[in-house]
């Protein structure tokens, strides 16, 4: 358990001037503040401000910061207000610790757009105040660290949450040991079995690793004795979600991996890291291809290192680092390398190269007002792996890995994707889809009177790009659908020898408008126009009961024929559901309806990739109504050993769950290594939930996955 004089010693550490009686009177308010309050585990709550604390000392930052790590919990949890925190501490500290709290308020348990709103928040908290999210990445650390006191289904969503944002939040921050350690954690919990059968095989090799990784060290070190060259060498074990993520790309099984440990060269300075590059390609031969200099072209986060692979003694791969001792404190420390607090200036994102990912995630905030095109262009910015490619005139440019000329044309401006028809990479022409390398020279070719494609959004891979593309595709087809729906409902009008001009003189339009919650005329003519609403819809505002026709009355009875019961639609009645082939929603999945002109309503899962392609002004708020207890078919598919009585063992489980087996295929590979895919009928997400969770249990099952559509 971390104490109090744990922090004053790491502090002082790399600090020796901080004021500690100002650290003292946070701690004292703090545990005053939580006195008699207690965690799930049992534990007094003050252990968790102390570890918070603790954290943001082996991030090396300032004594603001460690204050408001003692008392980031107070406003929230006690009643303590902003102002007494100023009033005792001053207002910087009083700003951070109600930025942290802005941003924990929002519980887990909670609808999708109501946690991008708090996605959004934590954005401009960042914008304001970098600290606040560095003090929110301690605090979920954690969590993460107590998690087996929460409910399975807790777990599982906190361990997604912070798998796909706070830990790539804590990469792009440059704070790598803290992203390997949420990683790690949060892959326990979501892949259990995974976890456990990569851990025991770390666990049983570690003696013959530890011996092959001095071995290696001392090559190396006798390698630069030879010519004079100070230096020091580390060997370390690779992390177990970095070797589960090498499995899954590579497609190999956990004793095909062998290069589990990973070699870091120290030096003085740059021009020796070359010259260590340069001795250890002469000793060990390197792999074509495997070469990376991030010394000349540093990540977007700044680091900086030289990345290799040889051949090493026995024949095996071996990955080695090689960098600075500077270099290396700044990959361990993160921003805090960067700080400019230190000499009592405010750290400004707008001046710092750091940060040009966040200002893209800035600007999409403030420009997305989807909230699920926002999130798809967060986590896009949060994923780096960059290249870097070169303008005609030999201006770099760094895309994310997968960049096509589309990508780099909006990169350069925006005019300029929008006109992109065509683009040379190095010479030759090559088609928009085209994937960029490292090296490529780019040149765009235009047309000024060409339009983007909405085709272009199936392999463009940019914030930027995806963002312009589709706010100039809305545009289009808003004012398209504007002339559309005017044009139907004035039809509609006629058959009833009604003026559309003396309605719209009238303001008849604005008030139907009003009623079907649109701000203006124009939003209502698009609704139409789109297909949200019909004409016979907005003649029904108008026409008086009494007034309408049987036949209208019979029409609209046709419409709104065939309704699923299972669904509730908000804001708009009688339209035929239908479920989405591409992920086969069940009751428990956050869905999302598209209206689809003439054919009704369409339920696709909120994330499902097909929707996000779709457009917005016809995507509807759709949830679960169930009156009825319906079966829906899922297909699971199960990897593990090849080993006898296993899809007995499966087949029990499923019986166990009363879940109807539909079809179930098996195969097995020459590794033996097996997997199956199974079609069983099931009522709901719990459901489905407590039979995956069963069967990861079962000895010899490393995955058990939800397969979607026909894939």
């Avoid at 777990?155 to 944002?165: F, G, N, S, Y």
């Avoid at 770099?396 to 005019?415: C, M, N, Q, R």
């Amino acid at each position: 358990m971390i104490r109090f004089n744990d922090i004053i010693e790491e502090v002082l550490k790399y600090n020796p001037q901080a004021d500690v009686e100002a650290l003292q009177k946070a701690y004292i308010f703090s545990a005053q503040a939580h006195k008699g309050q207690t965690r799930l585990s049992g534990e007094p709550y003050l252990i968790h401000p102390l570890e918070v604390a603790y954290t943001l000392t082996k991030m090396n930052l300032d004594v603001p910061s460690v204050i408001s790590g003692f008392l980031h919990d107070t406003i929230e949890d006690s009643f303590v207000s902003k102002e007494e925190i100023e009033s005792d501490f001053g207002k910087e500290i009083a700003e951070l610790v109600d930025g942290v709290t802005k941003i924990s308020k929002i519980p887990l348990k909670t609808s999708e757009e109501t946690r991008v709103d708090n996605f959004r928040k934590m954005i401009l908290a960042m914008s304001k105040d970098i600290r606040v999210i560095l003090i929110k990445l301690a605090d979920r650390y954690h969590n993460m660290q107590t998690l087996n006191f929460m409910s399975p289904d807790k777990q599982i969503e906190i361990a997604r949450e912070t798998l796909e944002i706070y830990a790539p939040l804590a990469h792009r921050l440059g704070i790598e040991w803290l992203k390997g350690e949420l990683e790690d954690i949060s892959f326990k919990y979501l892949n259990p079995a995974e976890y456990r059968m990569i851990s025991e095989k770390l666990a049983k090799t570690k003696k013959e690793r530890d011996s092959y990784i001095n071995e290696v060290k001392e090559l190396i070190k006798e390698k630069f004795q030879q010519f004079n060259l100070k230096m020091e060498i580390r060997g370390r074990a690779k992390r177990i979600y970095s070797i589960y993520r090498k499995m899954v790309q590579e497609e190999l099984n956990i004793d095909d991996i062998y290069d589990l440990t990973a070699f870091r060269v120290l030096v003085d300075n740059v021009k020796e890291c070359y010259l260590a590059l340069g001795i250890i390609h002469a000793f060990f031969k390197p792999i074509p291809g495997k070469f990376t200099d991030y010394i000349a072209l540093p990540k977007a986060n700044m680091y900086k290192s030289l990345h290799t692979k040889v051949i090493g003694p026995h024949g095996e791969k071996i990955e080695i680092q090689i960098r600075t001792h500077e270099m290396h404190r700044l990959a361990e420390e993160g921003i805090a390398a960067h700080w400019k607090y230190k000499e009592g200036k405010v750290f400004d994102p707008k001046e710092d190269k750091v940060f040009a990912w966040l200002r893209r995630i800035i600007e999409s905030q403030q420009e997305l007002k989807d909230n699920r095109e926002f999130m798809e262009v967060f986590k896009i910015d949060l994923f780096p792996d960059e290249i870097y490619v070169f303008t005609p005139r030999g201006d770099v440019k760094e895309l994310p890995k997968g960049a096509t000329p589309v990508d780099f044309a909006y990169a350069i401006h925006s005019d300029l994707g929008h006109r992109c028809i065509g683009a040379k990479v190095s010479g030759k022409l090559v088609p928009l889809r085209h994937k960029l390398r490292s090296g490529d020279v780019v040149d765009i070719q235009t047309h000024p009177n060409h339009k983007p494609s909405k085709d272009w959004l199936g392999f463009v891979v940019t914030s930027k790009a995806k963002t312009k593309i589709r706010q100039w595709i809305k545009t289009e087809q808003r004012e398209r659908s504007i002339e559309l729906g005017r044009a139907l409902i004035e039809k509609a009008l006629a058959r009833h020898d009604l003026s559309m001009s003396k309605m719209l003189k009238a303001g008849d339009f604005l008030t139907i408008a009003k009623e079907f919650s649109f701000e203006t005329v124009d939003d209502l003519f698009a609704g139409v126009g789109y297909g949200l609403y019909t004409p016979l819809h907005v003649l029904g505002k108008y026409i008086p009961e009494s007034d309408k026709p049987s036949k209208l009355q019979k029409i609209i009875s046709t419409i709104r024929k065939g309704k699923d019961t299972t669904i509730k639609i908000e804001g708009v009645d009688g339209l035929v559901v239908r479920f989405a082939k591409c992920c086969n929603p069940i009751p428990g999945d956050k869905i999302l309806g598209f209206i689809t002109r003439g054919r009704g309503l369409t339920v696709h899962v909120a994330d499902c990739p097909n929707i996000h392609t779709y457009d917005d002004q016809r995507k509807v708020p759709v949830s679960w109504e169930l009156n009825k207890q319906y079966a829906y078919p899922v297909r699971l598919r199960i990897s593990g050993e090849d080993k006898k009585g296993l899809l007995s063992e499966i087949s029990a489980v499923m019986s166990a769950h009363k879940a109807n087996i539909l079809s179930a295929q098996a195969m097995t590979y020459p590794d033996k290594s097996a997997a199956s895919i199974y079609e069983i009928e099931i009522g709901h997400m719990s459901q489905l939930q407590k039979i995956i969770k069963s069967l990861q249990k079962i000895k010899g099952i490393r995955s058990v996955e939800r397969m979607r559509g026909n894939a």
